[in-house]
């Protein structure tokens, strides 16, 4: 890409579009504005009701694919809203649902575009593509996904199988209808985070990431049917390649325990007291303190007891008035 190009690509961010950076110096910004969304490359329509947790949340005309990950909590990428911005989506059929959202402190829009795409490194603030939101109310009627977020649990390696899931668009290069339809595909790992800057999980395969699809959820599969979010999906060259801000590094860890901490909520997949997490046993909820109902029964029950009580005494005298006479 040349500079002319380049700067072209920044006036129209400056002019008020989103984007996606490019991690080669020849690949293109890539537009997020949610203007022509719809699937994600070579992706196939998923259940709705398989994947309640799965929303299109919209940010002051734009809109992105996120998740919601706790009672109170959405999941989303740091480019798709401003820091302390607003994200709304609606879960669990028609409720609607409203919510502040806070970037990871190191992320920097600024970096991820001159540092990812004018000199091609993985700088500080390119790669840490995390914002969490605090939503207004508790999202009801639907189960949570969880948040891996330790690498023993993804174990990161090339040619690991995941998959991609978003609501962005379906051709190779962008375009596509917005249809609202959202999809998930498989691709396999190419690479993985690499010291301190890059959090980076890489993957490549028939389904890639498109316009739209920013912000939804990478997931491992397990063979039981189970699944969690490892990254966050970031940007990609809107053919075969997606690089996805993987959740399960340190650095994402420490700040989402203390985001949660300050604002009172829990993560499934963080928090092990986590409620309406996917998959989760949660206890049953703790038995009504006794009432004026029970009175009756309190009485009827000392009643017994004292009744007990004479029996055994009149039984006693009994035996030593037999024991006497003999």
């Known amino acids: 890409m040349n500079r002319s190009a380049i700067l072209c690509a920044l006036a129209a961010l400056a002019a008020g579009a989103l984007a996606h950076a490019a991690i080669d110096k020849n690949e293109e910004i890539i537009s997020g504005d949610g203007g022509d969304a719809s699937e994600l490359i070579g992706g196939t329509p998923a259940k709705p009701e398989d994947w309640p947790a799965s929303v299109y949340a919209r940010m002051s005309g734009a809109a992105c694919s996120a998740t919601v990950v706790g009672e109170k909590v959405l999941l989303i990428a740091a480019h798709c809203v401003s820091d302390g911005g607003t994200a709304s989506f609606s879960a669990g059929g028609p409720n609607q649902y409203s919510s502040r959202c806070t ?33 207004d109310k508790v999202v009801t009627g639907i189960k949570y996904e969880k948040v891996l977020v330790d690498a023993a649990q993804f174990d990161c390696k090339a040619g690991k199988q ?121 206890p049953p909820p703790p038995p009504p303190p006794p009432g004026d109902d029970c009175a009756d029964e309190l009485a009827a029950a000392i009643d017994t007891q004292s009744k007990a009580g004479l029996a055994l005494g009149a039984l006693k005298a009994c035996m030593t008035a037999i024991e006497g006479g003999m």
């Open 103 to 135: 970037h990871h402190p190191d992320y920097s829009f600024t970096r991820w575009l001159d540092d990812r795409l004018l000199e091609g490194i993985r700088a500080k603030g390119a790669t840490e593509d995390w914002a969490l939101c605090h939503v």
């Open 162 to 282: 995941v998959r991609l899931t978003g609501y962005g668009c379906i051709r190779s290069g962008g375009g596509g209808g917005n249809d609202g339809v959202f999809r998930v595909g498989l691709a396999n790992v190419t690479s993985c985070p690499s010291g301190a800057n890059n959090h980076d999980t890489v993957t490549r395969g028939a389904s890639a990431l498109c316009y739209g699809d920013s912000g939804g959820g990478a997931y491992l599969e397990g063979a039981d049917g189970s699944r969690a979010i490892f990254g966050v999906n970031s940007r990609g060259n809107i053919r075969d390649t997606s690089y996805l801000s993987s959740t399960y590094t340190g650095k994402f860890k420490s700040w989402a325990t203390t985001w949660a901490a300050s604002k009172a909520v829990k993560i499934c997949g963080l928090h092990s007291d986590a409620l309406g997490c996917r998959g989760a046993n949660n």
